[in-house]
């Protein structure tokens, strides 16, 4: 019989990531931050429009940018405003940014302020020689894109063909590195029924998941190459989402925004807060490369430009990104949500629902349509 994902496996998985993340955080730090929000711990930061890819799902797809990208001198200037105001971790995004040439000096840069460096690929360019020059750079994760348990599923969806099999055969290059390579879905129409088996697929084609360290799921997003024709019904992403909740995120740790959920320990409740339910213009912010500033990737709505402002500045006088630090501001079911400070709805979602970051997502917890 097949291994599969599930029972004894699945819980060693989970407490194994659980522990990963407890350990990454002090508590008196998070108190500090979830009190104050004064500037954000994380960084997405698309380096190159460049891609060799033509994903259905692509949030950062734009034909009719003209902006001339980011100066060598103003992204320097943006690390050390990023070190000044005690950002954590940058991730560097695109495009695809191992197509930059100049991306491990960029990197390397970022690494000399002491800041963590992470990298979103879609995991066609990892060459040895790439390896090579990653692993002295100690990356704190590569984030890689799949979005089938299947080549057909898969490839259709990230329009090019074999790149199931070559990301399958890149994450193994990446765990014999011994570099954390942690996984991406767009959950949409075309994937949801095999989301829940992708690890699945990994263990048949002979990967150790317990040496993958993330699986991050995201209801597609109707913006860039994305259109609502592709998103999942709302009865299929309650049903992903519950079965991530207790087979990938667990949910007896977290009190994650579901009904199986309960808080246990304050710590966990905290942590929640820092890194729970939606993150836009909390935790994290994004800039283009341009230098746009949007509350995430997914939430394209500009506040700024780095050009015209400082992205600290940006980051605290901006009103939607107060509003979204602010839970208390949140109208509709989500605002009087028993999970709203854990949770808080994605906000993108709301806004190209209704226009309104504030309003309420459709969600299946409070039966918001």
Known sequence: MKERFEGELARKW???????????????????????????????WEITNICN???????????????????????????EDFAANSVKAVELTGGEPLLREDIFDLAQDIKDKGIRVSLATAGVEITDAIIDKLKPLGISTVYIGIDGCKPST???????????????????????????????????NKNADEVPKIFDSLIANGIDVMKISGFNILRLKPTGRATNKLAPSLLKWQEICKWYTETILGAEYWGAPYPTGTVKTEDRRLVSQLIGGCL???????????????????????????????????????????????????GGKCGTCD?????????????????DHL?????????VE
């Open 280 to 330: 836009a213009g909390r935790f994290l912010i994004a800039i283009s490369v341009t230098g746009d500033v949007f509350p995430c990737l997914f939430f394209r709505k500009k506040v700024g430009n780095i050009r015209d402002s400082s992205f600290i500045k940006i980051y605290r006088e901006s009103p939607i990104l107060q509003d979204l630090r602010d839970r208390s501001r949140l």
């Open 339 to 355: 999970k709203r400070e854990v949770c808080g709805g994605c906000r993108a979602q709301a806004f190209y629902e209704k226009n």
């Open 53 to 79: 890819m033509k994903c259905m799902q692509c949030y950062a797809y734009n034909k009719n940018i003209k902006d001339t990208p980011l100066t060598r001198t103003e992204e320097a200037n943006l690390i």
């Open 14 to 44: 989970r407490e194994q990531r659980v522990k990963r993340i407890l350990e990454s955080y002090r508590v008196e730090d998070v108190k500090n931050y979830v009190n104050e929000m004064n500037a954000p711990r994380a960084i997405c």
């Open 154 to 188: 898969n490839d259709a969806i990230r329009g090019r063909k074999g790149h199931f099999e070559l990301v399958l055969h890149n994450v193994q290059k990446l765990i014999d590195a011994k570099i954390p390579v942690s996984l991406n879905t767009t959950v949409m």
């Open 359 to 367: 309003a309420s997502d459709s969600c299946f917890y409070n039966r």
